[in-house]
């Protein structure tokens, strides 16, 4: 038996996460700290919020920190996944071409700002990927009457830094997470046009996978993330970063 | 941003200042497929023999098969092997998905057709006289075996850096069963597509030079070995 359970302890604990938290630097800089105070190895397995719930779903990883709430509880509540917790949040935001085509500049009302888009015809790119970002756009094209156009509107199916890319070189409006776009800001002819809305807000949750129906996931290693990263010190940290000098993430005080 | 020639000076940097993550992608790449080659080329070569030497049913058919294999996709291969190292598929229960040893299935499995295919024409050409002249001598089938293995080796050289070749390079399978794990599956390849997603092109540009380096050095090595060949025959 104690041969089993130090077996379990060097387990690696698997976190599927998305783009936006590893291709910030945010897990590169949080995760030391907790493996220095647990002893667990995290393998961070970066994809878009919809592959990273299918990984967690299938028992192939142990713990999902994502950002997509309506997807986060249905998948909690089907069975898949215990103990969410909301940890963290940044926001949306709307970036295009400086000669700003579709006048996006200055608007605060994201479905507005699409209205523009479609109304104008401007060339839109969505990450038409299952993201959450991809998510959070199609929610708020369904408050459109208006559908949304091939001629105009393509789908990169790629990562956001991707997708900000080829934005830039056609010249073209897209939604963004704010940590991809700091990064990419000085490499992009885009600009930020549109933000502050509260429908732009950008919660993420840690979900752990359901070690009921799946025995073998690393459950107490996932619970020990999931303390870790909702605690002060976690917080702290998570506040602390900063990108290009300013802050990312903001942590969510939960109650309980 | 800063052109390729720049790009390409901070990259020869970064390659040679030694910077320990950037060793470590390609540390893993090596790792996985000089290990994939290994494993594959024993059973590749006896199966490329029988094909050759033993005439039996389905023997042209299961050729053609390995020969067809030779172009499929390695997404494919990635994805057939994903769905099979799920913990919802069939081997599941190996905790194998997401590990360098997934890694070397799928390159095994990449590189498998086209040591058959190779090591079948190189000893198809070979001289018959070599495997009928050790078994009147009395050498066993298996020593018989060795001695054309031997006689056509430089095609068989060949035939495993091609093999190789195509398993360093390679993206989709590794992406799809690895996970580009920083400092565990994350290889050369994988690391230069995600490096591009990021616009990070510095680091890209330092990995494809190592590839490209490499590549090379397989051609050169080719070259060599296959004039070796025809000085034999």
Known sequence: MWLFTSFVQAAPLRLATTTSTDN????????????????????????????????????????????????ELQ?????????????????????????????????????????????TQSLFISRGDDSGTHKKERSLWEKLSQKSDPAWYREAGQGMGRTLQIAGELDAYTLTDRGTWLVFRKRLPLELLVEGDPRLHNPYGIIAVNPKRHPHVNHQGALALIDWITSDEGKHLIREFKLEGRPLFVPIETTD | ???????????????LTGNPELWTIVGVSFSVSLKAIIFTTP??????????????????????????????????????????????GPFGDLKLLF????????????CFPILVALGHAAMQAADQRAWETARTLGAPPWYAMLTVLYEVRFALITAVLTGFGRIISEVGASMMVGGNIMGFTRNITTAIALETSKGEFVQ????????????????????????KGKLIA
């Open chain 2, 43 to 88: 059973v590749a070569l006896v199966l490329a023999f029988v094909l050759a030497y033993l005439d039996f049913p389905g023997n042209r058919l299961l050729l053609s098969v390995f020969n067809s294999l030779l172009s499929v996709p390695t997404v494919v291969v990635g994805l057939l092997l994903y769905l099979l190292l799920s913990r919802q």
């Open chain 2, 99 to 110: 590990t360098q040893t997934a890694m070397v299935v799928a390159q095994m499995i990449l």
């Open chain 1, 24 to 71: 910030s630097g945010l897990m590169r800089e949080l995760l030391p700290y907790f493996e220095a105070k647990t002893g667990y190895k995290v393998h961070v397995i970066a994809v878009g919020t919809g592959q990273a719930l299918r990984l967690g779903r299938d028992g192939n990883v142990d713990v999902v920190l994502v950002h997509a709430p309506k997807a």
């Open chain 2, 204 to 227: 890209g540009v330092a990995l494809g030079l190592v590839l490209l380096l490499l590549a090379f050095l397989l051609n050169f090595l080719l070259g060599y070995f296959q004039g």
């Open chain 1, 75 to 119: 998948f909690v509540e089907a069975g898949y996944g215990i103990n969410r917790r909301q940890v963290m949040s940044n926001d949306f935001v709307f970036v295009g071409p400086k000669h700003d085509p579709a006048g996006l500049r200055r608007l605060r009302d994201s479905v507005q700002a699409l209205q523009r888009i479609a109304a």
């Open chain 2, 1 to 15: 941003m800063d052109g390729l020639l720049g790009t390409t000076q901070q990259a020869l940097q970064l390659l």
